[in-house]
């Protein structure tokens, strides 16, 4: 993987030599900011796996 990124503003990142993504750099000052769809395959494989339990747990350690 490379990331590069160019003069006018986009990020590109590379498999090998091809491009794999872009996005629109944004202004330092705007924070970050994150598309679900990125993200939607991770939780949906991980969430499944992840112990849930009432807070009631949690509160009868304090």
């Known amino acids: 993987m ?10 590109r990142i590379y498999q090998a ?3 794999v ?4 750099m944004k202004d330092r000052q705007e924070g970050w ?3 679900a ?3 939607s395959d991770m939780w ?6 992840v ?3 009432a807070l009631a747990v949690y509160e009868e350690v304090l």
Do not use: V, W
């Open 2 to 11: 490379a990331i590069r990124i160019g003069l006018d503003g986009l990020l």
């Open 51 to 53: 112990e849930q339990r």
């Open 37 to 39: 769809e990125h993200r």
């Open 33 to 35: 900011s994150t598309l």
């Open 44 to 49: 949906r494989n991980t969430l499944p796996q």
């Open 21 to 24: 993504a872009s996005h629109t």
């Open 17 to 19: 030599e091809t491009m």
